[in-house]
């Protein structure tokens, strides 16, 4: 089993709506992903010894995308991500580039974005974004 560099995974965002063009955002510290299956209640009150009975077969999937870091400026990715927050549509393709090879990429919402600006201080963001449709995995 070989160890995956955490450093290698990064969150990239598409350039422009339709444009297959992908950036990363730069500053990155940290990237976070996180699937949720929420499978389907199916219990009745014939249900075997009334334990709850789930169907995982149609399940809701929800993704969600987070990352972590310093605030660059020069950063086309960032300057897309930031730009995107303040649109009347926070949504645009993203995908993140696991450390392995594998890449999540689909339609996401900006749930969150967030600055921090200490007085003495780097100044950093963070940003979490939900799907807003499919996620593929290759």
Do not use: C
Not at 90 to 100: C, D, H, T, V, W
């Amino acid at each position: 089993m070989s160890i995956i560099n955490g450093r290698a995974s990064v969150l990239q965002i598409e350039t422009a709506n339709g444009s297959g063009v992908y950036v990363t955002v730069g500053g990155q510290r940290t990237t976070s992903l996180q699937v949720n299956n929420q499978p389907v209640d199916v219990s009745s009150k014939d249900t075997s010894a009334g334990f709850t009975a789930w169907d995982s077969a149609s399940s809701l999937k929800d993704v969600q995308l987070s990352a972590e870091g310093i605030t660059d400026d020069g950063s086309a990715g960032w300057i897309r991500l930031r730009d995107l927050a303040y649109s009347a549509d926070p949504s645009a393709r993203f995908r993140i580039l696991e450390g392995s090879g594998g890449i999540f990429e689909g339609e996401f919402v900006i749930d969150n974005l967030a600055h921090e600006a200490p007085h003495q201080g780097t100044v950093t963001y963070s940003v979490a974004l939900r799907n807003k449709g499919d996620v593929t995995y290759t």
